[in-house]
């Protein structure tokens, strides 16, 4: 069915349920298997912790090309802060598995969740 059918069944059963206002914005055409699969761990992941931190009233959920045929993936939650680092460090290491770049930071109330992966990591 897709990354975007997979995240809008994961955010009704973790988000919608709660909720939260979810806005989902995700380009995947051309997006190989592995990439997919990856992205929607991520995701997963970092849904799950909001859920687990919040629960949160709102969540932003982005995946656009970039300039240089790469992807851009942001996560953006008001629950409350990130407390467990090994979250983080366990994002980190699965972007560093796609050759790309991760960061976490909070951004006002909100928590922000970055991953930038190269042309190369898209086509797996």
């Given at each position: 069915l897709?990354?975007?059918a997979a995240v809008r069944e994961l955010v009704a059963r973790t988000l919608e349920r709660r909720?939260?206002?979810?806005?989902l914005d995700l380009d995947d055409a051309g997006l190989g298997p592995g990439a997919r699969?990856?992205?929607?761990?991520v995701i997963r992941e970092a849904l799950d912790q909001a859920a687990r931190r919040?629960?949160?009233?709102g969540v932003e959920v982005a995946l656009?090309?970039?300039a240089s045929g790469g992807v851009e993936l942001v996560v953006r939650?008001?629950?409350a802060p990130e407390r467990r680092q090994a979250v983080i460090d366990g994002l980190a290491e699965?972007?560093?598995?796609l050759n790309g770049?991760?960061?976490?930071?909070?951004?006002?109330d909100r928590t922000v969740i970055r991953l930038l992966l190269p042309p190369s990591a898209t086509t797996l």
């Open positions: 897709g990354l975007g909720g939260a206002v979810v806005d699969s990856s992205l929607f761990q919040g629960p949160p009233t656009t090309r970039t939650d008001d629950g699965r972007a560093t598995e770049t991760f960061s976490a930071e909070r951004e006002g």
